[in-house]
């Protein structure tokens, strides 16, 4: 495997971009009208797909992603340095919080976020 690429889908391009520039700290790799990618460590990227795009790449071959506007399809799971920091950022770039930073049974502390698409956000620290 050479690269690992998540792509989300999303209803604006430009808007999801923002969002994940403030909560990622960081510029994007690619930004091109259709396409934006994240560098999040070495050969793994967060792609931002416009819906419309991949209904045109794949037409009817899938339902429409616009369909499920709000409604949860995936997770993003991002291990950080400090949890609250992450999700102070998505919130002050108009995420929705859907849980507090708290201790979990698996041993992480996590707290959890809506970005503009509805995507779940879950910014994760290893309890010191």
Same mark, same amino acid.
């Given at each position: 495997m050479n690269r690992i690429e998540f792509i989300l889908y999303v209803k604006d391009? %430009?808007?999801?971009t923002a969002f994940y520039k403030? *909560? +990622?700290a960081c510029e994007p790799t690619l930004n091109v009208p259709g396409m934006t990618e994240f560098e999040l460590r070495? !050969?793994?990227? /967060?792609?931002?797909?416009? =819906?419309?795009?991949? !209904? !045109? +790449? +794949?037409?009817?071959a899938i339902q429409d992603?616009? /369909?499920a506007d709000q409604i949860p399809r995936?997770?993003?799971? +991002?291990?950080?340095?400090? =949890?609250?920091?992450? *999700?102070? !950022?998505a919130l002050a770039a108009g995420g929705k919080l859907l849980s507090p930073v708290s201790l979990k049974n698996w041993g992480d502390c996590v707290g959890y *976020? =809506? %970005? /503009?698409?509805?995507?779940v956000l879950a910014l994760a620290q290893s309890p010191p």
């Open positions: 391009q %430009d808007q999801a403030a *909560v +990622l070495d !050969r793994v990227v /967060l792609g931002l797909m416009p =819906a419309s795009g991949i !209904r !045109r +790449l +794949l037409g009817d992603p616009d /369909l995936a997770e993003l799971y +991002l291990s950080v340095d400090s =949890a609250q920091a992450w *999700v102070d !950022r *976020v =809506a %970005d /503009l698409d509805g995507h």
